[in-house]
């Protein structure tokens, strides 16, 4: 979303002229997770009938001893400009911000069966050759794959699964001409 985008872009600037960025980083996963936590503070945010007032006093009693002061200036901001339901949206914006600049690429990897750390750690080491970036990497098991895995890292899809390889082989088979010798 533009908008969320744009707030992100916002905050992410004026934390970098205060040196904050890493501070604000950690905030606003902090708040994050508070929201997932709690299904009621999150409806809280997103009810426009609840007075902007209650929607301050929620977030000082929550974060005022916990955030940096310019996280904390941000959400009133936000709940002042009735825009805290965007709050997860520009969180997500503020993250896709904060990897750009660092570097980071976030990689989806459907496995077969769990995973080991030395595997993942393997995975991650290919992958950033492969891109060259630094990788973030989810591994999530599929029950769906026979074997092998599926990574996707942005619009690229690799499938190593075993299904998608017995698929080429049955293609290669199919396509080639009888030889009647």
Request: glycine share 4%.
């Amino acid at each position: 979303m533009v908008v969320a985008r744009r707030y992100a872009r916002a905050l992410y600037e004026e934390a970098e002229r205060a040196s904050k960025v890493e501070r604000v980083d950690a905030d606003l996963a902090l708040v994050r997770a508070t929201l997932e936590e709690s299904e009621a503070l999150e409806q809280l945010f997103r009810n426009p009938i609840v007075a902007r007032e209650k929607k301050h006093a929620v977030v000082r009693a929550l974060f005022e001893t916990r955030l940096d002061d310019l996280t904390l200036r941000f959400l009133d901001m936000l709940v002042g400009r009735q825009r805290e339901s965007l709050f997860v949206r520009i969180a997500q914006a503020w993250r896709s911000l904060h990897d750009e600049r660092l570097g980071i690429v976030e990689a989806e990897a459907r496995v077969a069966s769990e995973f080991s750390e030395e595997e993942r750690a393997g995975l991650t080491e290919a992958l950033e050759q492969l891109t060259g970036k630094k990788i973030r990497l989810n591994v999530r098991k599929d029950a769906g794959l026979i074997g092998g895995l599926v990574v996707r890292i942005g619009d690229t899809v690799y499938d190593r699964s075993v299904r998608h390889q017995l698929e080429a082989l049955r293609d290669r088979v199919t396509l080639r001409p009888l030889s009647m010798n």
